[in-house]
């Protein structure tokens, strides 16, 4: 393991990783298992990518944990899993303190059930001052919410004639959007297998490189994100340009 992870160059990591946790159902069906298995399986491999990704020096890892669309799920696994984050939080708190990595979250919180919302926003209260790592949590997120809240605020800003309509550009808009001062991510991780995005960050993931790996989360291990660190290493990152422009 250490040899993958001694071929990361650690000048070249990317600041923000973002990760589609997916496959818990699956992994947990595979064992004759009911899906909150799964679920209850996948803190392991949270704790292992956190960890792993603060040790290397990355700034910033955002986790897919609750979208939008995930309200249409089962009311029983909708529990489980609000119940599972509770109890998973107040377990991991003291942990992220002791690594002084900081919790952040983004999503239409409102929506969460008052003790998930709570425990959550006393999470990130009680590791605002560390400075290593800020992990964000996405629940309740969707790219299109986070997209028409920002469109709507810059909407009011322009009814109360505070802004033009002309001077809204990619910097403002991001500023409104719930990742305000949080850089774009440069790498997106799903696990699972699937190809799609599933209304993640669609704004901040304009320019990532995407690495769609083939392992259900549960089974997501601190080899799979040094993988995928290596990978995304490898690319040429273009924005648009050809490749000799890149070498000046
Ligand atoms: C990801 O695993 C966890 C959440 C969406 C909360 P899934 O629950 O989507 O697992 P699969 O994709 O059905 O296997
Ligand atoms: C995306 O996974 C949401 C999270 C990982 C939280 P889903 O499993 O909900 O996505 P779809 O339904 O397969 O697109
Ligand atoms: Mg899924």
Redesign the pocket.
């Known amino acids: 393991m250490n040899d993958i992870k001694q071929l990361i160059d650690i000048a070249q990591l990317p600041r923000h990783i973002a990760i589609i ?7 947990a069906k595979e064992k004759g298992q009911p ?1 909150v298995f ?2 209850r399986n ?1 803190v392991k491999a949270v704790r292992e990518s956190t960890e792993a990704a603060a040790e290397l020096g990355v700034e910033y890892m955002t986790l897919y ?3 939008t669309e ?1 309200w249409n799920r089962p009311k029983l696994e909708v529990d489980a ?1 609000m119940t599972l984050l509770v109890d998973t939080l107040a377990k991991e708190i003291k942990t992220l303190n002791k690594n002084n990595i900081r919790l952040q979250a983004v999503g239409d919180l409102g929506r969460l059930p008052d003790r998930t919302r709570k425990a959550l926003l006393d999470g990130v209260a009680s590791t605002s001052e560390n400075k290593r790592m800020t992990l964000v949590l996405a629940l309740n997120y969707s790219g299109k919410w986070d997209i028409l809240q920002a469109a709507q605020k810059l909407a009011t800003q322009v009814q109360h004639g505070l802004l033009k309509p002309e001077e809204i550009d990619d910097a403002l808009f991001s500023q409104q959007l719930a990742t305000a001062d949080i850089p774009d991510p440069e790498l997106l991780i799903r696990t ?1 297998g ?1 190809n799609r995005l599933s209304n993640f960050l669609l704004w901040q993931l304009a320019y990532a490189e995407f690495c769609f790996l083939p392992v ?2 549960p089974d997501f291990t601190k080899e799979h994100l040094y993988k995928a660190i290596l990978d995304y290493q490898r690319r040429e990152r273009r924005f648009g340009m050809v490749s000799e422009q890149l070498l000046k």
């Open positions: 946790m997916d496959g818990n159902g699956r992994w899906r799964g679920h996948g944990a609750f979208s995930n899993l699972s699937e259900f989360w």
